[in-house]
């Protein structure tokens, strides 16, 4: 869980469920790539693209309707997730 950010520890999921975020998850699946959408920041405070997107050769990366955040809301994860 905590590959690619700062955190440690105990954590608080979008969903509402509790991790750990030093523990290994499983994949959901090992045929296709899920974003996670507890650590996507959709690139902001990074890249002016999300990077997914650009470098999908199936243009297969979709906005999920589940997860709309704002420019504001991702900037405030981008700060939780890497300090």
């Known amino acids: 869980m905590s590959h ?8 608080h999921l979008m969903s509402g469920e509790a991790a750990d975020a030093n523990a290994l998850q499983p994949p959901l699946d090992n045929q296709y790539y ?9 690139c902001q405070g990074f890249h ?3 990077q997914c997107a650009e470098a999908c050769p199936t243009d297969a990366c979709v906005p999920d309707e589940l997860y709309q955040e704002t420019i504001e809301q991702l900037i405030v994860k981008k700060a939780v997730l890497h300090g």
């Open 4 to 11: 690619g950010t700062n955190l440690t520890g105990d954590i």
């Open 34 to 42: 899920y974003i996670v959408p507890d650590k996507c920041t959709e």
């Open 48 to 50: 002016e693209e999300p």
